[in-house]
């Protein structure tokens, strides 16, 4: 009777010990995962917003024009660096309304939400 009850503890023991020892290298796993998605994240966009700027970037389109790191069309000029060429108001304004630029441009105005424009706003400012 005695020796059953120590088999019997000594199982629960190691069978609690074995989940301890599981959930331990889950959740280090874990870590390690959420710290490289991290790393991954800073090296390209950090900033929620600006991933949404990139996102709209490549939604409407501008890349069939714009090349920005040696991706997009020659239609348009380069858009590498020209968050030093424009401030907010005046990208802004080329947006909206690229006839600013050039009366006869071929470049559409942008027509989305006034978040997705702030967003899209940010991101080219963010290229310098
Ligand atoms: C159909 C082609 C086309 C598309 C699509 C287009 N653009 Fe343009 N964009 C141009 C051209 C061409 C110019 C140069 C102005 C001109 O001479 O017409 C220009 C100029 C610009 C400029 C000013 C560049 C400078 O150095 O002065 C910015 C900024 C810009 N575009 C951003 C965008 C963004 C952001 C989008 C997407 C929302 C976009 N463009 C979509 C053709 C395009």
């Not at 917003?49 to 409407?60: C, F, I, M, Q, S």
């Not at 559409?108 to 899209?120: K, M, N, R, V």
């Amino acid at each position: 009777m005695r020796a059953l009850q120590i088999l019997a503890l000594l199982a629960s023991m190691a069978w609690l010990f074995a989940c301890g020892k599981q959930q331990n290298s889950q959740t280090s796993g874990t870590n390690v995962q959420q710290q490289t998605n991290q790393q991954q994240a800073s090296q390209q966009v950090s900033d929620p917003k600006l991933e949404r700027g990139k996102a709209v970037y490549d939604e409407t389109g501008c890349a069939t024009c714009h090349i920005i790191a040696g991706i997009g069309g020659r239609t348009g000029p380069s858009l590498d660096g020209i968050g030093k060429k424009y401030d907010a108001e005046k990208l802004k304004e080329i947006l909206l309304n690229p006839k600013t630029l050039n009366p006869n441009t071929v470049m559409p105005p942008f027509e989305g939400s006034e978040e997705d424009l702030d967003a899209l706003v940010a991101y080219l400012l963010s290229l310098k």
